[in-house]
């Protein structure tokens, strides 16, 4: 079954419904000029870059990856084509991109199959990228499989706007405070965990402060009459 | 702000009845507060340990529930120590993360420092490029490290339990080890020795003897802790059959490290997923069936004396690669000089500084470009795993391509393992709770980040 659907194309797949007909890849960011600050005389300010993750990877992914996702493929049934968005092969190791519709169920068989067996959940890490439209908040859950001995990572993208993925502490206890973390920083709401309350903020904190839009903070500092601006104002090279 | 559930207030109590009666339990004398619950017919107590309590490891707030001596409920409160060094490594570059990062878990403070760097390294695609002398220097640090941390582990959870010549013991040992590394990085903690592509800076004159001077010191304070505790009847009362987690329950919390082995798994990220060569290391993962706190203090005993066995073939393969560099040779990343002692302190060489200032005007851009802007990292995103002395620590690293880090998210195993602290205490006595804080050997400065 794994031949009879195309999973890296750029497009012409079915995909899940966040994905429709856009390319399969993360935009992390569109860099503009080359030195951080607005407005200088180079010439170079006026250069737009946009950053790319490494994009869908085609078949054979090479060592235990093919395996594996051909097991998840098989356990998946029909349900495969819409459940992985597009699998990312890079530095040797396997991103598997997951509509969030199904990932609880991904999570099960990954923990469940004695092929996949993948005993923990390393957390879940919160990415934002705002230039990445329509799938700004990236889930990040590296998964390790103990018996095999083998580490692949699950990456769900939502809509700012629409911040909701299910918890998977339904399957993976583990991620209970991982997932409070996530949401007290990144406001990804996680429907169905036990009590998402924030876990490092104090609980009336405003703001979910480590998404890109949300200032890092700090003074000015005034030294021998020149003012030397706090960390995130200062100019920078990108 | 979506958040739909009302979440508890950050001060007063966690129960949901607001008919429920509070004690103030400041100046007073516990029976009288303990009586006038009893007087009232009130049976559920909740009794806030800390934030600010000297055997909480830092800054960390336990809400216990209470009957009697007997605790029915335990929630554990962090985020006290919490400050943003994640978000601050995006703002600054590659390399100045490290001084950032090993201020996490500040008790293990190399280990961030090596899991961060690895990380980079991953994502620059240069792992195998790092000099042989550099990878032994780091396995050298992280086993040193491993020891100071067991030690505090081991130390505080004496003195919590009021044997305070466990503590003294243990920090006599911790500061040799501390000694070693002063000598070799320039400070004791948060080093900032690891540098992306190799270490700061070569070992100093005399090291590999000094370190060799330094093993059997640590190793007799080792044998003074387990002299002094294994077979003592009240250190064994009080831990023996205490906080017991058994493998299932740490599968489904995620634990890893010595709760973990002292379940039975002997997983160490070191023998399953080797990195800085300790593949060719000569060293045994201890594990235990026992799955008690009693258990889990021998186990980081045995792990010390292991440690110990990898510093001394550390120490033969700092005499075999003399001479050899420690940083990769590939100077668009590598830190333009190396770190050297002066009679003002620590800083870059005086033949370097000599170099660009007086000699090579090239030398002085390319030092000036490294430094200020640092290096860029191809986009992409890499996981690391080491082996820390608490468990298993992770990093998610993205980059954008640019000379800072888009995201650093650490996965502190003190984190994770603290979610156990309920089932540990829950149905014990009050007093044990002390014990399964001190068998979970987390930092708050890591928990928190």
């Given amino acids: ?218 003074i000015p500092v005034e030294y021998k009459g020149a003012e030397i601006p706090s960390p995130d104002n200062r100019r920078q090279y990108r | 702000m979506s958040q739909e559930r009302t979440a508890p207030g950050a001060t007063g109590a966690f129960v949901e009845d607001p008919e429920a009666p509070e004690y103030s339990a400041y100046g007073g004398d516990w029976s009288e507060i303990a009586d006038e619950a009893a007087r009232l017919g009130q049976q559920r107590i909740v009794v806030n340990m800390g934030p600010q309590h000297p055997s909480t490891h830092g800054v960390l707030r336990v809400m216990l529930e209470i009957e009697g001596e007997t605790v029915t409920e335990t929630r554990a409160g962090i985020g006290y120590l919490h400050t943003g060094i994640e978000k601050n490594m995006e703002y600054r570059t590659w390399t100045q993360g490290v001084t950032f990062c090993t201020r996490m878990d500040y008790v293990a403070s190399m280990s961030q420092e090596a899991v961060y760097c690895l990380g980079i390294e991953k994502l620059l695609g240069i792992t195998d490029e790092v000099p042989e002398r550099a990878n032994v220097l780091r396995v050298l640090m992280l086993e040193l490290t491993r020891i100071g941390s067991h030690l505090v582990a081991i130390g505080t959870g004496g003195n919590e339990m009021g044997a305070t010549t466990v503590m003294t013991t243990a920090f006599i040992g911790r500061e040799d080890t501390f000694r070693v590394i002063e000598m070799i990085t320039g400070l004791r903690t948060n080093n900032a020795y690891i540098r992306p592509g190799g270490v700061s800076q070569d070992t100093p004159e005399g090291a590999v003897e000094y370190i060799r001077q330094m093993i059997p010191k640590v190793r007799q304070k080792l044998d003074e802790l387990v002299d002094l505790q294994l077979q003592n009847p009240i250190f064994k009362l009080r831990l023996q059959g205490v906080a017991n987690l058994d493998l299932a329950g740490c599968m489904a919390l995620g634990i890893t490290g010595p709760i973990l082995r002292s379940a039975g798994l002997p997983y160490d990220v070191r023998k399953a997923e080797p990195y800085c060569g300790y593949e060719t290391y000569d060293f045994q993962v201890p594990t235990s069936t026992e799955s008690d706190a009693y258990s889990r203090v021998v186990l980081r005993l045995e792990e010390c004396y292991e440690s110990l066995k990898i510093v001394e073939q550390c120490a033969d393969r700092l005499d075999q690669t003399v001479g050899q560099p420690v940083m990769v040779a590939d100077k668009k990343i590598a830190w333009p000089a190396q770190l050297s002692l002066g009679a003002d302190g620590q800083g870059n060489s005086l033949e370097h500084i000599r170099h660009i200032m007086g000699e090579s005007m090239e030398s002085l851009i390319h030092h000036f470009k490294l430094v200020t802007e640092g290096f860029k990292v191809p986009a992409g995103q890499v996981y690391q795993a080491i082996e820390g002395p608490k468990g298993l620590l992770g990093v998610h690293l993205v980059s954008d391509g640019g000379t800072k880090p888009w995201r650093a998210h650490f996965r502190d195993p003190g984190f994770n393992n603290l979610q156990a602290l309920s089932i540990l205490t829950e149905g014990g006595q009050v007093a044990d709770v002390v014990v399964a804080i001190a068998t979970i050997d987390m930092v708050l400065g890591g928990v928190d980040r």
């Fill in chain 1, 1 to 218: 079954m794994s031949d009879s659907q195309d999973l890296t194309g750029t497009g012409a797949a079915k995909g899940g419904p966040q994905m429709g007909d856009r390319e399969r890849i993360t935009l992390i960011n569109v860099r503009e000029g080359m030195f951080g600050a607005k407005g200088d005389t180079s010439g170079y300010d006026l250069l737009v870059t946009p950053v790319q993750m490494p994009g869908a990877s085609e078949r054979p992914y090479g060592e235990w990856f093919d395996g594996a996702v051909n097991v998840l493929e098989e356990l998946l049934g029909e349900r495969a084509d819409a459940a992985i968005e597009y699998v990312v092969v890079d530095r040797g190791e396997l991103t598997l991109h997951i509509a969030r519709e199904h990932l609880v169920e991904v999570c099960e068989h990954l923990r469940d199959d004695q092929d996949l067996r993948f005993e923990m959940c390393l957390g879940v890490s919160g990415v934002h990228y705002p230039a990445d439209a329509g799938r700004e908040l990236h889930a990040v859950y590296p998964m390790q499989s103990i018996t095999h001995n083998r580490r692949l990572r699950i990456e769900v993208a939502v809509d700012e706007a629409d911040p909701h993925v299910p918890s998977i502490t339904s399957v993976y206890p583990m991620n209970n405070w991982h997932e409070r973390e996530t949401w007290d920083f990144f406001g990804i709401v996680f429907d169905g965990h036990p009590s998402l309350a924030r876990i490092e903020m104090p609980d009336d904190w405003v703001g979910h402060p480590q998404r890109k839009d949300y200032p890092l903070g700090g």
